[in-house]
């Protein structure tokens, strides 16, 4: 593909976005960057919200991780969906009847103020690492497919997306993002979609050829029942079904956009519709990554492979093939989705960010109109630089992107799914000046019996390890019970 037409690309890409910005902007209060003045419709939510929650880690990394982990990721899937059943009908109540802007609002209300600070800081430590590592593998392809062509720097590129985001996104907000993350998942599904037709075209393959060649395929398992794996199926599922409750849940990001809807019921409708479509397109991203190993068999493509017998950089292989193998076509579809994919990941982010450290840390609610911006406009730009820091540091990693992500959230989610489910389902009351302590040591005990458990019993936590952090986080909730209860 020649430079000109990947600049070309990203320039209409962009100038979209700047108009959808433009005309989401008018008539805005002080209060559309944090709640789009509540009049989101639902419909647009659920679908922009897959955008969001897909990114260019499922976009590519999922294909990739078939070569290593089979179809096991699957199992995770279906335990996100009951996951997804919890929020809908246990937390959209909640955050609605107490009329929050900051979903941690409940941590106070319940607790008390350092808990509440508590739950919100690590909110911002897992969106600050999760937006990075989402951006970082988008910018990677970036880097590959355009940057590199005219000798601009990795950390200069990464710049420049951040820059591009904050132009449309600082103005309106989530007002604005509702509508541009519509946009972006339509173009990685349209993306997923076109590659598949382009393989099974290559290939020779009709509908039911295709059906075929991938439940026959030697990476078609798709149950793991081995207890001591981390991919065994109750692993995989529990962990699933705790980790969407988490980074979906009790994630700013994510909640913010559902709490921009006006009716409880409509929000509901939200969440339930946009659990099936990010299941279905999980599904397919699955079926694509199988595809591609296909492919990549028949045209002798081969990755390197690491002394544990594992294959190295997996997430090259999409990219590999999309850009240069399977043609033009199928090379603008290709990048339309890492694009889409690229802002979906980090203008939410920037946005939940900002909300949650302004609502939380500065009590932004209380002040005036200019003071607002002012705070608002600093917050964002600190929260940049951050991400860019935790991009570069991570920037030399060639693991598959979306298992670094669940496992880092097993142990910044932890603390804050055991608050809250303690909060919920138990009346007990705590020391609220001694939870900060529990948070802290929570993941780092579940650190140290990870370790001992693959020494003493061969056994790995996988990305249970989310349960065991949010368990031992009650364990010491209950520790701090006051006697007076």
Do not use: C
């Not at 103020?113 to 989402?134: C, D, E, H, I, K």
């Not at 001591?228 to 995989?236: A, H, T």
């Not at 979906?248 to 479509?277: C, E, H, P, Y």
Request: aromatic share 16%; glycine share 6%; charged share 10%.
């Amino acid at each position: 593909m020649s430079t000109f037409l990947i600049f070309s690309i990203i320039v209409v890409y962009f100038g979209i976005i700047m108009f959808i910005s433009y005309f989401t902007s008018r008539n805005n209060s002080d209060e559309s960057y944090f709640t789009g003045d509540k009049q989101s419709p639902w419909f647009l939510v659920a679908f922009g919200m897959v955008g969001a929650a897909l990114s260019g880690v499922t976009f590519v990394s999922v294909p990739g991780m078939v070569g290593n982990n089979d179809f096991y990721f699957f199992q995770f899937i279906l335990g996100n969906v009951a996951g997804y059943l919890f929020i809908t009908y246990v937390l959209i109540p909640l955050y609605y009847r107490l009329n929050l802007v900051s979903i941690y609002g409940f941590l106070k209300e319940r607790f008390g103020m350092r808990t509440y600070r508590t739950g919100s800081f690590y909110f911002l430590l897992s969106q600050s690492f999760g937006a990075a590592l989402r951006l970082l593998l988008a910018a990677k392809i970036l880097q590959f497919a355009f940057f590199d062509k005219l000798n601009i720097p990795f950390a200069l590129t990464v710049i420049i997306i951040i820059i591009l985001i904050w132009l449309y996104s600082n103005k309106s907000g989530i007002k604005t993002i509702v509508w541009t993350d519509t946009m972006q998942t339509f173009f990685l599904i349209l993306a997923a979609i076109a590659t598949i037709i382009m393989i099974t075209n290559s290939l020779g393959f009709n509908f039911s050829q295709t059906i075929e060649a991938v439940t026959h395929h030697k990476y078609f398992h798709v149950f793991d029942w081995d207890h001591k794996s981390g991919n065994n199926f109750y692993k995989q599922f529990i962990s699933g079904f705790l980790i969407a409750i988490a980074m979906m849940g009790l994630d700013q990001n994510m909640m913010q956009k559902s709490l921009t809807i006006k009716r409880v019921q409509d929000a509901q409708k939200n969440t339930l519709t946009f659990s099936l479509i990010l299941a279905f397109t999980q599904f397919l991203f699955l079926g694509l990554g199988i595809l591609l190993y296909i492919y990549a068999e028949e045209h002798h493509i081969t990755l390197p492979v690491g002394e544990n017998g594992r294959l190295l950089d997996t997430d090259t292989l999409f990219p590999d093939i999309a850009i240069n193998h399977l043609g033009i076509l199928a090379g603008v579809s290709f990048l339309l989705g890492i694009i889409a994919a690229s802002f979906s990941s980090i203008d939410s982010a920037l946005t939940a960010l900002t909300t949650s450290f302004t609502y939380d840390f500065l009590d932004i609610s209380n002040k005036s109109s200019k003071e607002k911006i002012r705070l608002k406009n600093i917050v964002m730009f600190a929260f940049s630089v951050i991400i860019f820091i935790i991009i570069m540091a991570f920037s030399g990693s060639r693991g598959d992107v979306i298992s670094t992500i669940f496992y880092v959230a097993g142990y910044t989610y932890g603390p804050l799914l055991g608050l809250f489910l303690f909060g919920m389902f138990t009346k007990i009351r705590v020391k609220d000046n001694l939870i900060p302590l529990v948070a802290i040591l929570a993941p780092v005990l579940t650190y140290f019996l990870n370790i001992y458990f693959k020494k003493a019993f061969d056994f790995d936590f996988g990305f249970i390890n989310i349960a065991v952090n949010a368990l031992l986080t009650m364990i010491g909730l209950l520790l701090l019970k006051k006697k007076n209860n």
